[in-house]
T-cell receptor, first 114, second 114 residues
């Protein structure tokens, strides 16, 4: 959901480990969710999305899980690599409102140690 | 693939002056674009929704007279920060939706007001 934080949550993992990044969203009516990766000084880069009629979706090395009961979203990255180091944001959208008006979560800084 | 381009990538302006940031969809038409602002180590905050051929819709707390948005064509939206002050220094990011399916973000524009 909408949030402004002074300190980003951080996650530090070893190269090759799996990473799990969590996100709590705010609007129970949201029906479309996206994970973005943002590298320093750059715009957000799309990773994977999921609609509310699904609870799991897999991509290349990434899996998104959606738990609508507790309004929770997670991003799993398999075999994390140094290039995965970035800030990861979840974003939610209610398609019954303005299309593609996204509300971003706080973000999590992922650091991958070689 | 579809690309959203912002210009300039970074700009320094004097306090009290105005600065314009452009957001272009390079190979698709976007009737709606979005402008976000991001402070260091914080999330993206939606400022306004830019609608082609009509007035922008501003989020609560965003001064429409200070942040002028013009969406004169289906491939260009501009954000003008008027009478800029140091507290306006931030990373400004735009996004646009392509074929109603995917949202693309620009690379962002760094504004520093001195």
């Amino acid at each position: 959901g909408e949030s402004v934080g002074l300190h980003l949550p951080t996650l530090s993992v070893q190269e090759g480990d799996n990473s799990i990044i969590n996100c709590a969203y705010s609007n129970s009516a949201s029906d479309y969710f996206i994970w973005y990766k943002q590298e320093s000084g750059k715009g957000p880069q799309f990773i994977i999305d999921i609609r509310s009629n699904m609870d799991k979706r897999q991509g290349q090395r990434v899996t998104v899980l959606l738990n609508k009961t507790v309004k929770h979203l997670s991003l799993q990255i398999a075999a994390t690599q140094p290039g995965d180091s970035a800030v990861y944001f979840c974003a939610e959208n209610y398609s019954g409102g303005s299309n593609y008006k996204l509300t971003f979560g706080k973000g999590t800084l992922l650091t991958v140690n070689p | 693939g579809a690309v959203v381009s912002q210009h300039p990538s970074w700009v320094i302006c004097k306090s009290g002056t105005s600065v314009k940031i452009e957001c272009r969809s390079l190979d698709f038409q976007a009737t709606t674009m979005f402008w976000y602002r991001q402070f260091p180590k914080q999330s993206l905050m939606l400022m306004a929704t830019s609608n082609e051929g009509s007035k922008a819709t501003y989020e609560q707390g965003v001064e429409k007279d200070k942040f002028l948005i013009n969406h004169a064509s289906l491939t260009l939206s501009t954000l003008t920060v008027t009478s800029a002050h140091p507290e306006d220094s931030s990373f400004y990011i735009c996004s646009a939706s392509h074929s109603g399916n995917t949202i693309y973000f620009g690379e962002g524009s760094w504004l520093t007001v001195v």
